[in-house]
């Protein structure tokens, strides 16, 4: 009969740390990305920043803090999971993985809707796309787009400089 060796116990508090790290990052990223479009849009600024790719991150953040509760449960703590348990870190997991994947197209669906009925128009220039992260600007005025072009040109060329 084999028994299965565990961990160290600075390693399992190590890699909960790591977790707890991740979690409370990708959150952070998506309260304050979310805040900053809210104040914007309740400004009526002259430009509307949305950070799409920062909307993954809650479902990023709510799946890694049920992998993180779990590691501090039967990591550190050394409890095993009922049925009950399990059954409801897998319907969080799952939960997350929805939110993760759904969540930033209603919210970019809806800032659009937004933006078209109040007259502000989507600043291509401006615009920045890598893989699925995504930062899209809305203006309500030429003048702004122009200027957002111009920065995001300069910021480059200073960038390969």
């Not at 049920?66 to 409801?88: D, R």
């Amino acid at each position: 009969m084999q028994t299965e060796q565990q961990s160290s116990p600075m390693a399992r508090f190590l890699s909960v740390s790591f977790f707890l790290v991740l979690t409370i990052a990708s959150l952070a990223w998506f309260f304050l990305s979310i805040t900053n479009l809210i104040s914007q849009i309740r400004l009526d600024a002259p430009i509307i920043g949305f950070d799409k790719g920062s909307v993954y991150m809650l479902g990023i953040g709510l799946g890694l803090l049920v992998l993180t509760a779990g590691g501090i449960i039967q990591g550190i703590l050394g409890k095993s999971l009922t049925p009950a348990k399990e059954s409801l870190f897998k319907k969080g997991i799952g939960a997350s993985l929805v939110v993760a994947f759904l969540l930033p197209h209603v919210v970019h669906y809806a800032v659009t809707k937004y933006t078209d009925e109040k007259d502000y128009r989507i600043c291509d220039g401006a615009n920045y796309h890598w893989f699925l992260y995504s930062k899209f600007y809305f203006t309500n005025n030429e003048t702004s787009c122009d200027a957002l072009i111009r920065e995001k040109h300069t910021s480059n060329h200073q960038n390969q400089s």
